[in-house]
């Protein structure tokens, strides 16, 4: 058996054939690559949907950077988030004012990414986690209540889940001796300020 560890989505082709590699010249086996032209999902049909989705995103009211966030991110797969804002406009709100990621983009996770924790939503869907300075602990009760509907969840889940949230935050803050998050103000060396609610 042949384990090989610490793959991403950017790297996880190559890593296998890497290993392949080295197994088949190990058995004095030919090579190939079957997969090194494979496009990722949204890949395909890019170049055709791509102009289409720009101007389809301007019309429903997305701002460039926001069209060019969720192209980047989805490819031809951003009609999928602008047909569920077509379905409700308040899914084109951003979640943060700084940053283009939309709520669109939760329910999305919910129902096509397979997200099923507010975690999976924050920090592996979106970038928030790695992209707000408050790492998303104060916008978790507006994404979890957007989930909620999505998956179920009751009310007491869906607390549970940012509290959840808020101590993975408090606690890599801690290993960074950073701040914590206590309820919907930010704690820094002491002093409170104010967060963001939710």
């Given at each position: 058996?042949?384990?090989?560890?610490?793959?991403?989505?950017?790297?996880?082709?190559?890593?296998?054939q890497?290993?392949?590699?080295?197994?088949?010249?190990r058995?004095?086996?030919?090579?190939?690559?079957?997969?090194?032209?494979?496009?990722?999902?949204g890949?395909?049909?890019?170049?055709?949907?791509?102009?289409?989705i720009?101007?389809?995103?301007?019309?429903?009211?997305l701002?460039?950077?926001?069209?060019e966030?969720?192209?980047?991110?989805?490819?031809?797969?951003t009609?999928?988030?602008?047909?569920?804002?077509?379905e409700?406009?308040?899914?084109?709100?951003?979640?943060?004012?700084?940053?283009?990621?939309?709520?669109?983009e939760v329910?999305?996770?919910?129902?096509?990414?397979?997200a099923?924790?507010?975690?999976?939503?924050?920090?592996?869907?979106?970038r928030?986690?790695?992209?707000?300075?408050?790492?998303?602990?104060?916008?978790?009760?507006?994404?979890?209540?957007?989930?909620?509907?999505?998956?179920?969840?009751?009310?007491?889940?869906t607390?549970?889940?940012?509290?959840q949230?808020?101590?993975l935050?408090?606690?890599?803050?801690?290993?960074?001796?950073?701040?914590?998050?206590?309820?919907?103000?930010?704690?820094k060396h002491?002093?409170?300020?104010?967060?963001?609610?939710g």
């Amino acid at each position: 058996m042949v384990t090989i560890v610490g793959g991403k989505l950017t790297t996880y082709r190559r890593m296998a054939q890497d290993t392949v590699d080295v197994l088949a010249k190990r058995d004095g086996m030919p090579t190939s690559h079957p997969t090194k032209h494979l496009l990722l999902a949204g890949a395909i049909g890019w170049r055709d949907a791509k102009h289409e989705i720009e101007a389809r995103g301007r019309q429903i009211g997305l701002t460039q950077d926001i069209v060019e966030h969720l192209a980047f991110n989805f490819g031809s797969l951003t009609s999928n988030i602008l047909d569920l804002i077509g379905e409700d406009a308040s899914l084109r709100e951003r979640l943060l004012p700084e940053l283009p990621y939309v709520r669109a983009e939760v329910v999305y996770a919910c129902r096509g990414e397979m997200a099923m924790t507010l975690e999976d939503v924050l920090a592996r869907r979106t970038r928030i986690m790695l992209k707000d300075a408050e790492r998303g602990a104060g916008i978790a009760p507006e994404v979890a209540a957007l989930m909620a509907p999505e998956l179920g969840w009751s009310s007491d889940y869906t607390q549970a889940q940012v509290e959840q949230y808020r101590a993975l935050v408090d606690h890599q803050r801690e290993a960074e001796g950073l701040r914590r998050v206590q309820g919907d103000s930010v704690v820094k060396h002491g002093q409170i300020g104010e967060g963001r609610g939710g």
